[in-house]
């Protein structure tokens, strides 16, 4: 049985000059309310509901993205059985780039890890305790 129980958010880091665009694109063209804020004024950043429980993560960032363009990573809810999925894709041979860690994001306490997939994706798995 799979510990994983969704997409909770795709992130998207456009770059600084484009931020601004892509949010009025993803909120006022598209629709998508805002669910979370943080952040400040020279780095905001934002949560967007896609409307089925998952959302997008919109963040600026200083730089291009690589290939992958700027799809930073998509994030998986997970429950109480995070480290033990990080455990099965180490012992499987994946690379875990960020181990379980406790965060606070926007006042919720989260749990989340960073490991990569067989293309080379970034995979976040990502619990609000």
């Given at each position: ?47 967007v ?28 809810w ?31 306490p ?7 997939g ?5 995979i ?6």
């Amino acid at each position: 049985m799979t510990k994983i129980t969704g997409v909770h958010h795709i992130a998207v880091f456009p770059t600084a000059d484009k931020y601004n665009e892509t949010v009025e694109f993803y909120t006022k063209l598209l629709g998508f309310p805002v669910t979370q804020s943080w952040g400040d004024p020279e780095r905001p950043c934002l949560m967007v509901s896609c409307g089925d429980n998952s959302c997008m993560e919109i963040i600026p960032s200083d730089k291009e993205r690589g290939a992958g363009g700027p799809l930073v990573h998509v994030a998986f809810w997970c429950g109480d059985g995070l480290d033990e999925v990080v455990e099965d894709v180490r012992k499987a041979g994946y690379t875990v780039r960020v181990e379980p860690q406790d965060l606070e994001l926007a006042g919720s306490p989260i749990r989340n890890a960073f490991f990569f997939g067989p293309l080379g994706e970034e995979i976040e798995l990502f619990w609000v305790k």
